[in-house]
């Protein structure tokens, strides 16, 4: 397997997520041999450049994955609902960014950090989390092995980007629109995102939660293995362009102070701990940006119960979130 090289098509290419796995297959040299761009009839004469060279966008079609050996998928449940199935017939193995086939019994749903040994199991599709469930699960992990957690209240504060490029652009036009004093067009979100707080992520549910936050309560339970886990999730959109930031409280079986949890998390995988309130150091948002890492700060003893503790999580949901999860998980397929 040494020096192999792999075939890699890239469903929704032109999209944000899209765009960040082309950078971060750049960053890391992932062994490229064919690099093929699929994407929707909306976006054909597109070129985007990988490595300096430019390469054309082509439909996304069923029979675009002859002698493709690795599918990273980002264009939306319904696209990878409909291709993947032929994808998987032409023997490549997909990684999908979307929700589609998380909680399928037979698809993996992996974060390396977390369940890294799950992906052998796979059939064809490996399903990569929620971008919210990610960065939580990536700091609760260590928690969980030392005192186990019973339950988690978690709100998210989700930024704009990982709704998509008009989103990012809806909150960039409102904002110059409300300064400048004019009236705001709200296209994108059901209310204006500028100056704003949406309390709603996705659809809601008959239990009258949103599905974005049932997503964080069943994928959790999926990815750490353990169905007693009970959680309550609070999804918020903020006027934020990237990163997603969590104000995360858990009470756990055995206790654990939050020294303990800070030396914990210091030396997780693929945790950062900003931690030093006296100094004004803790996670935010514009920090993380770009950046690979979970941040996790303001680690405190929840003095409302016996065994709890409050963090804030940050981290950028667009990387970690997804196109690097999801390129984590196929740096592991192919070793
Ligand atoms: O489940 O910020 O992958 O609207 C991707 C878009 C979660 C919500 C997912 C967003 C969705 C996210």
Known sequence: MQNKKYNVAVMGATGVVGNCFLRILEEKKFPINKLRLLASERSIGEKLKFNGKSYPVEVLGHDSFEGIDIVLSSAGASRSLE???S???????????TSAYRMEKDVPLVVPEVNAH????HKGIIAN????????????Y??????KIKRVVVTTY?????????KIQELREQSKDFLAGKKIKSVEFPHPIAFNLIPQIDLFMDNGYTKEEMKMVNETKKIMDDDSIQLNATCVRVPVFYSHSESINIETEKYIGADEVRKILTKAPGVKVVDDPKNKSYP???????KDEIFVGRIRKDESVHNGISMWVVSDNIRKGAALNAIQIAEILIK
């Open 83 to 85: 291709f993947l199935p």
């Open 87 to 97: 994808a998987v017939k032409a023997g490549a193995v997909c990684v999908d960014n």
């Open 118 to 121: 799950r992906i052998k199991g």
């Open 129 to 140: 989390p929620n971008c919210s469930t990610i960065q939580m699960v990536v700091a609760l």
């Open 142 to 147: 260590p928690i969980h092995k030392a005192a």
């Open 158 to 166: 989700q930024s704009v980007s990982g709704a998509g490029q008009k």
């Open 284 to 290: 935010m948002p514009i920090y993380a940006e770009g």
